[in-house]
């Protein structure tokens, strides 16, 4: 049994390899054959929804503008400002 979203990544990985063999004029394409030369690894299903699982959440933490890196950076950000806000902020002085 073979989970789509593992065949995803797979090629998702070869796809230099995959533009690499594009051949033809107009709309480069890969033949048949060549397709059929590579070898996909088939693990156990288990194996490939475990897989599948860490991917998809690495995806998530790089990609989803709500969570991980995004909103990683805009946390930053709006840390950096209110430290420079405090840095730059001076009371008057009282004669």
Do not use: C, S, W
């Amino acid at each position: 049994m073979l989970n789509m979203r593992f065949l995803y990544f797979f090629f998702k990985n070869l796809q230099p390899m995959l533009n690499a063999m594009k051949k033809g004029g107009g709309v480069p394409h890969i033949t048949g054959e060549n397709i059929a030369k590579l070898t996909i690894p088939v693990p156990p299903l288990e194996e490939q929804e475990r897989i599948v699982a860490i991917l998809d959440r690495f995806d998530a933490l790089v990609n989803d503008i709500t969570t991980g890196l995004p909103a990683e950076i805009a946390a930053r950000r709006k840390q950096y400002e209110y430290y420079r806000d405090k840095l730059l902020t001076f009371k008057e002085k009282v004669q």
